[in-house]
């Protein structure tokens, strides 16, 4: 009998989460292409791992708003239309799962610059490091000789 209960009750629960939407999405006034919206969410996502760099709360506070306003003025689009573009391509997750693999694959290339450019940066600095060995080496080379010569 617990299992008929349970087993009706987990029914009625699982048939009540489940809804067709059936209604068409609404199509905002400033429609954003793809492009854009995936320009716009890499330039979001970039802003959002900066915020977890800064460890300063207080920082975070002034800059989340002022950043967020430079990447939608950046679109020339305001916060509500942003909301609108994602809330009808979130009613198309087709069309969102291409706008977010555009993200991927523009956040994958600015990973692999910004790697790359770690990766020079590191060798410029080892030669840094081993000219500045040469330099003081040869200075004490120096030194010694003409500590030597007197």
Aim: hydrophobic share 35%.
């Amino acid at each position: 009998m617990n299992k008929i209960i349970t087993l009706f009750v987990a029914t009625v629960l699982l048939s009540s989460c489940y809804h067709i939407n059936t209604e068409k999405p609404v199509v905002p006034e400033k429609l954003l292409t793809h492009d854009q919206m995936s320009d716009v969410i890499t330039q979001i996502q970039i802003a959002e791992a900066g915020f977890k760099v800064v460890r300063t709360k207080v920082k975070l506070k002034n800059l989340k708003p002022e950043i967020y306003n430079n990447i939608i003025e950046e679109f020339d689009i305001t916060m509500p239309q942003l909301k609108q573009n994602l809330d009808y391509y979130n009613q198309k997750p087709e069309e969102m799962e291409l706008i977010y693999d555009k993200v991927l694959e523009k956040l994958s290339k600015i990973q692999e610059q910004v790697e790359k450019e770690v990766k020079e940066q590191r060798v410029l600095d080892s030669i840094a490091s081993i000219n500045d060995s040469i330099a003081a080496k040869a200075k004490k080379d120096s030194i010694e000789f003409s500590r030597k010569k007197h």
